[in-house]
């Protein structure tokens, strides 16, 4: 078996179509779950009431469910129960926002809560607002040490995006999957696919791995 070049060079514009594609979910995924991970966080902070119970369920849901199982549920059931009619790209969008929303509250909590007593009780001492507080006492600090978490958390996402094309979603794996079909040259796409994401995710993932260095240096002092 050889590996074929020509099948790559005739068919790359669909694969850098597919990648456009999932750039573009995972985009919009991470822009609307982070705004329902904000409400899910303030929820879950508040320690009582509705809110913190609503929040509790929503984020122990749908980071304990498998993301095949929310996407098909998204794709297949939710129409049915609320009579929409959405695109296998929109049902997608929505599973992963979900699934942004659910684990990035939990990254953002962590965050806040790991603010320095000292800090706070300084800032209220001097009677600053709640809202300078928190723009400028709570939420810098708590930025800088979720950051490689979040990092971490996006490689899951873009490997997590690569099963919507059992919805028939027109990613990047999708898009292979359906070259290796109509070619047969599944070692040449499917080898492409993994060299794209590899430098994709490989990165983040030095980011991640040099903000933990660096994290226990500090730590270790």
């Not at 979900?98 to 007593?117: D, H, M, P, Q």
């Not at 796409?189 to 226990?216: D, G, K, N, W």
Request: proline fraction near 4%; charge should be positive.
């Amino acid at each position: 078996m050889t590996f074929d070049l020509n099948a790559l060079e005739a068919n790359y514009p669909l694969l850098l179509q597919g990648l456009l594609v999932t750039l573009r979910i995972v985009f919009y995924a991470i822009l609307f779950g982070a705004l329902g991970s904000v409400v899910l966080c303030l929820g879950k902070l508040s320690g009582r009431g509705p809110g913190y119970r609503v929040a509790v369920f929503v984020i122990d849901f749908f980071r304990t469910i498998p993301e095949v199982v929310l996407i098909f549920w998204v794709y297949s059931c939710l129409p049915l129960l609320f009579g929409l009619r959405m695109s296998a790209e929109i049902s997608g969008i929505v599973a992963l926002s979900l699934f942004v929303a659910a684990n990035v509250a939990e990254i953002l909590r962590a965050g806040i809560l790991s603010t320095e007593k000292g800090q706070l009780e300084a800032a209220f001492s001097l009677g600053l607002p709640a809202s300078t507080i928190w723009r400028r006492v709570v939420l810098p600090p708590a930025v800088r040490r979720m950051m490689p978490n979040f990092v971490n958390f996006l490689t899951e996402l873009l490997k997590a995006s690569s099963l919507l094309s059992t919805i028939g979603v027109a990613e990047i794996v999708y898009q292979a999957t359906v070259l290796g079909n109509e070619t047969f040259a599944y070692l040449e796409f499917l080898t492409a696919v993994a060299v794209l994401f590899f430098m994709l995710i490989f990165p983040l993932s030095l980011y991640v791995r040099r903000a933990e260095t660096r994290h226990f240096k500090r730590t270790s002092r």
